[in-house]
C-alpha cells in the first residue's frame, strides 16, 4: 500500500514537474515574442519606455546571433572550468566600483518623487528640522519605513564622515549591486564549474546592474538587488553541498529573503518558489522531508524576527508616527495594476482615489471594488491587449525605465563639470537612447532569448525548476499589481542565473548531437 501510495505521489510530483515547465516556456516565449515584434504596436500611453535607435526585431536578430556565436565559441575551446574568477573578479569588482562612484559623482539623479522624498527625510531627522511635511507619505507608504531607517543612519554615518549625504547613500547602494554581481558570479560558478559562463554572467550582471544609471538613485531597487543575488546564489550552493551545510544555507537564503522584503515584499516570492520546488522533489522522492521542515522552521523565525521584532523596532526609529489607518494596503495595487489607462503601470488618479478615503476599512473596500470593476469590463480581446502591453511595459526595456520614471528624466547637470564621455554614456537625445542604453537593451534581448530556450533536464531533480518558479511567481505578480520596467532591475540576478544555465545546457546539448555524429569540436563540455 505505502508503495502504491509513494508511486502516485512521485508521479503526481513529475507530472507537476512538467506542468512548471511548460507554463514557464509559455510565459518565456510569449515575452520574447512580444517584446521583439510586438514593441512598437503594444506601446503604452504613459511613455514609460524609450525610443531605440533599432527597430525591436533587430535587437532580436543580433542577440540570436551572438547566442549563436558564443555557444560555437564554447564547444570549439574547452571551458571546463578553473576558478581564476574566485581571484579576478573581486579585483574587477574594485575597479567598477571606482567608476560608479564616478557615475555618481557626475550624473546626479535630480529624483522629484520617492528616492528624493524619503533622502530629504532623512537629512531633516537627522538635522531635528520640521518633519511635518514628510507625514502624509509615510502615512501612505510604510513599505518604506525600512529605507527611511537606513538612509537616517548612513545620512548621519556621512556627516560624521563629512561626507555628501546624497553620494554616499547612492555610493552604499552601488557597493550593494556591486557585490551582488559578484556573489551571483560566484554562486553560478558553484553549480556550473566553468570559467567561461562565469565571466560572461558576471559581465551581463555588471553592465546591466553595476553600471546602470539607477545606481546613482538611492532607492529599494539598488538596497533590494544584494538580497535577491544572494538568495538565488545560496540556492545554487544548496543544491550542490550535503547536510549539515545545507540546512545552514538554507536558514541563511530564507532569512535574507526576509530582510529584503523590508525593501519589497516581491522578494518573498523566491519564498514561495523555494518551498513549492522543496515539495515537488519530495514528492518525486529525489527530495528529502528534513529540507521541508529546515525551510517552514526558517520561515517561522524569519517572519517573527523580521515582522514581530525588526519591523516595529525601525518604526520606533522613525521620526515621524504615521497613521496605519492611511496605510496603502495592496487592495491600492490591485487596482493600480488593472488600470485601463495606465495598462498597470503607476497612476497619479489612483492615488489620489485612495488617498481620499480616510477609513481604511472602506479604503481598501473601495480599491478592491474599482479593481474588480475594472477586471470585469474587459472582455477577451481588450483583456490580451491590456496583459500585453503590460508584458511589454514591464519586459521591454532593458534600461529598467531609465528616463521613464518618476517626473521624468533630469536634464543633463550644468553645474557640475560633467566629462562628455559620461554624458554621452548615460544621457538620451530626443527620447533615443544612448550606445550604452542599446548596449542595455541588447544584452537584456539576450537574457530574454535565453529564459525562452531554458532547456529542461532528463532528469527531473532540476535545480532550474527553482527559476523557473521564480521567474513565473515574479512575472504573475507584477501582472497582478502594480508594475513598472523598473521593477525588474532588483530581480536581475534570476534572469542572469537563467541565461548561465540555458547556455550550459544548450552547449551541452549541442556537444551531445555533435559527438554522437562524431564531430568533436574541442575536449569537450563535460556534464552538469
Known amino acids: 500500500m505505502r508503495d502504491t501510495i509513494d508511486m502516485g505521489l512521485a508521479r503526481l510530483g513529475v507530472y507537476l514537474t512538467y506542468t512548471v515547465y511548460a507554463i514557464y516556456s509559455v510565459i518565456a516565449v510569449m515575452i520574447l515574442f512580444l517584446v521583439s515584434f510586438g514593441y512598437s504596436s503594444l506601446e503604452n500611453p504613459y511613455g514609460l519606455r524609450p525610443k531605440y535607435a533599432l527597430p525591436m526585431p533587430v535587437f532580436f536578430v543580433v542577440a540570436l546571433l551572438f547566442v549563436v556565436l558564443l555557444t560555437y565559441a564554447l564547444l570549439k575551446y574547452s571551458c571546463k572550468g578553473g576558478n581564476s574568477y574566485c581571484y579576478v573578479l573581486p579585483l574587477l569588482s574594485v575597479a567598477v566600483l571606482v567608476f560608479q562612484n564616478a557615475v555618481i559623482r557626475y550624473t546626479p539623479y535630480v529624483a522629484n518623487w520617492d528616492p528624493d522624498t524619503i533622502f530629504n527625510y532623512a537629512v531633516a531627522a537627522v538635522r531635528g528640522g520640521d518633519l511635518g511635511a514628510f507625514q502624509p507619505y509615510f502615512d501612505m507608504f510604510p513599505n518604506n519605513y525600512g529605507l527611511a531607517v537606513l538612509m537616517q543612519f548612513l545620512v548621519r554615518v556621512s556627516f560624521v564622515l563629512k561626507l555628501d549625504p546624497a553620494m554616499f547613500t547612492a555610493s552604499v547602494g552601488a557597493l550593494g549591486v556591486n557585490l551582488g554581481c559578484l556573489i551571483l558570479a560566484l554562486g553560478i560558478g558553484s553549480a556550473i564549474g566553468k570559467a567561461c559562463i562565469v565571466y560572461a554572467s558576471w559581465i551581463i550582471a555588471t553592465i546591466l546592474g553595476s553600471l546602470s544609471f539607477w545606481i546613482g538613485t538611492p532607492y529599494t531597487d539598488t538596497f533590494l538587488f544584494p538580497f535577491v543575488a544572494t538568495v538565488i546564489s545560496l540556492y545554487l550552493i544548496y543544491r550542490n553541498s550535503a547536510a549539515p551545510i545545507t540546512y545552514i544555507v538554507l536558514v541563511v537564503m530564507v532569512f535574507s529573503a526576509f530582510v529584503g522584503s523590508l525593501f519589497k515584499p516581491t522578494v518573498l516570492v523566491l519564498v514561495v518558489a523555494l518551498v513549492i520546488d522543496c515539495i515537488l522533489r519530495y514528492a518525486r522522492r529525489e527530495g528529502v522531508l528534513k529540507d521541508i521542515l529546515c525551510i517552514f522552521l526558517s520561515i517561522l523565525v524569519s517572519a517573527t524576527l523580521i515582522y514581530g521584532v525588526a519591523s516595529p523596532l525601525l518604526k520606533k526609529h522613525l521620526h515621524v508616527n504615521p497613521n496605519p489607518e492611511?496605510?496603502?494596503?495592496?487592495?491600492?495595487?490591485?487596482?493600480?495594476?488593472?488600470?485601463?489607462?495606465?495598462?498597470?503601470?503607476?497612476?497619479?488618479?489612483?492615488?489620489?482615489?485612495?488617498?481620499?478615503?480616510?477609513?481604511?476599512?472602506?479604503?481598501?473596500?473601495?480599491?478592491?471594488?474599482?479593481?474588480?470593476?475594472?477586471?470585469?469590463?474587459?472582455?477577451?480581446?481588450?483583456?490580451?491587449?491590456?496583459?500585453?502591453?503590460?508584458?511589454?511595459?514591464?519586459?521591454?526595456?532593458?534600461?529598467?525605465?531609465?528616463?521613464?520614471?518618476?517626473?521624468?528624466?533630469?536634464?543633463?547637470?550644468?553645474?557640475?563639470?560633467?566629462?562628455?564621455?559620461?554624458?554621452?554614456?548615460?544621457?538620451?537625445?530626443?527620447?533615443?537612447?544612448?550606445?550604452?542604453?542599446?548596449?542595455?537593451?541588447?544584452?537584456?534581448?539576450?537574457?530574454?532569448?535565453?529564459?525562452?530556450?531554458?532547456?529542461?533536464?532528463?532528469?527531473?531533480?532540476?535545480?532550474?525548476?527553482?527559476?523557473?518558479?521564480?521567474?513565473?511567481?515574479?512575472?504573475?505578480?507584477?501582472?497582478?499589481?502594480?508594475?513598472?520596467?523598473?521593477?525588474?532591475?532588483?530581480?536581475?540576478?534570476?534572469?542572469?542565473?537563467?541565461?548561465?544555465?540555458?547556455?550550459?545546457?544548450?552547449?551541452?546539448?549541442?556537444?551531445?548531437?555533435?559527438?554522437?555524429?562524431?564531430?568533436?569540436?574541442?575536449?569537450?563540455?563535460?556534464?552538469?
Open 326 to 528: 492611511m496605510a496603502f494596503s495592496y487592495h491600492h495595487y490591485l487596482m493600480m495594476g488593472a488600470n485601463p489607462q495606465s495598462y498597470g503601470a503607476f497612476n497619479l488618479n489612483d492615488v489620489k482615489i485612495s488617498a481620499g478615503i480616510p477609513d481604511k476599512t472602506d479604503r481598501q473596500a473601495k480599491d478592491l471594488d474599482v479593481a474588480l470593476r475594472r477586471l470585469q469590463a474587459m472582455n477577451a480581446d481588450s483583456a490580451i491587449h491590456f496583459y500585453a502591453v503590460k508584458l511589454v511595459t514591464t519586459y521591454g526595456d532593458g534600461t529598467f525605465g531609465i528616463g521613464h520614471e518618476g517626473k521624468g528624466f533630469p536634464e543633463v547637470p550644468s553645474e557640475r563639470n560633467l566629462p562628455n564621455s559620461l554624458k554621452k554614456l548615460y544621457y538620451m537625445e530626443n527620447n533615443t537612447p544612448s550606445v550604452f542604453g542599446s548596449l542595455q537593451q541588447l544584452l537584456w534581448m539576450i537574457l530574454l532569448l535565453c529564459a525562452a530556450l531554458l532547456l529542461p533536464r532528463k532528469n527531473t531533480d532540476d535545480y532550474a525548476v527553482f527559476l523557473r518558479l521564480s521567474f513565473i511567481g515574479l512575472t504573475c505578480f507584477l501582472m497582478l499589481f502594480e508594475t513598472r520596467a523598473r521593477y525588474l532591475y532588483s530581480f536581475l540576478p534570476i534572469f542572469v542565473v537563467i541565461f548561465a544555465v540555458s547556455l550550459d545546457r544548450i552547449v551541452l546539448q549541442m556537444n551531445a548531437v555533435l559527438v554522437k555524429r562524431g564531430i568533436v569540436l574541442s575536449g569537450g563540455m563535460g556534464d552538469e
